[in-house]
């Protein structure tokens, strides 16, 4: 028994590593992506996807195990793209839209967003644990840490979805409105589509504990936090290479400077700042308890 400990815990002090490596490679592609460089840029995002991606899958294995984070990863893109295919069809919770992306699109919905859900929402549930779990044993925090993560998701498409649907065009809503042309119903729809799939999770998450010495360290648990501020830190750079010019949406029309310096304010407001709050929760793991 004590050889299969020690034998686990060298796996997960591998996998620990490994997932530092990811994190510092997977901020240099982000900054490269934010820089416009044409292929070198395109390269550098795709990248970025790819690293973040087996990033998520391995310290999802050290948090919950394998079958934990499959079973995250599996409720999430049952989950969101149910409910992205349903907003395109009959606008709901998202309102009304289509992509615009290239490549198949199975109910009008790129399997590159239900992937992205899965992505960025493991390190938005893992800092809604932090903030949430002081005390592991409350029952409660099954449904107040599904909650919070659904704000701390929603917040990064706050910053990002003006650029993505006003500036590139990636998406179109039927009534741009709101913020830059994005209507309130796609936010509501985020933290909706999101509280779901995370309210499952939390239903099913102590099912998959743990069995490993790398949770109890800071440094698992500080990493998604870095992920999220990394990510906000693009905006920056964005902004600093705005094109000149206007966008539009609908009959609405913008500065596109202006929405990549919005972005830059919405980034360090809701990211950086989430972020910091749930890195001053680090504990040794005391907050992330899963009962």
């Avoid at 394998?66 to 998202?94: D, N, Q």
């Avoid at 995370?198 to 949770?215: H, M, Y």
Wanted: with cysteine.
């Amino acid at each position: 028994m004590n050889g299969t400990n020690i034998s686990d815990g060298n796996a997960g002090r591998i996998r620990l590593a490994l997932c530092v490596i990811l994190a510092v490679l997977w901020f240099a592609c982000v900054i490269a992506a934010a820089v416009p460089d044409g292929q070198t840029g395109t390269i550098a995002a795709a990248l970025q996807a790819l690293l973040l991606l087996v990033f998520v899958a391995i310290h999802g294995s050290l948090s919950n195990g394998w079958r934990g984070f499959f079973a995250y990863a599996g409720i999430t893109l049952v989950v969101s793209m149910l409910l992205e295919a349903t907003s395109i069809a009959h606008g709901f919770p998202f309102g009304f839209y289509v992509h615009n992306m290239p490549g198949p699109k199975p109910f009008g919905v790129p399997p590159a967003v239900p992937l992205g859900y899965v992505v960025l929402g493991w390190p938005a549930w893992t800092l809604a644990r932090l903030i949430t779990r002081p005390h592991p044993s409350l029952a409660a925090n099954r449904f107040i840490t599904p909650l919070v993560a659904a704000f701390i998701i929603t917040g990064y498409d706050f910053t990002y979805d003006p650029i993505g649907a006003t500036v590139l065009h990636m998406w179109t809503y039927r009534s741009p409105s709101g913020y830059f042309g994005v209507p309130l119903s796609n936010f509501l729809g985020w933290l909706f589509t999101s509280w779901v799939f995370f309210q499952i999770f939390a239903l099913v998450e102590q099912r998959f504990p743990a069995r490993n010495s790398a949770t109890q360290g800071r440094l698992l648990w500080v990493l998604p936090c870095f992920i999220w501020a990394g990510t906000a830190l693009q905006y920056p750079v964005k902004f600093a290479y705005a094109p000149a010019g206007i966008s539009s949406a609908g009959s609405r029309t913008f500065v596109t400077a202006d929405i990549y310096e919005a972005s830059v304010v919405s980034a360090l407001l809701t990211m950086v700042f989430i972020a910091l709050v749930a890195a001053a929760h680090v504990r040794e793991g005391k907050s992330t308890g899963t009962s």
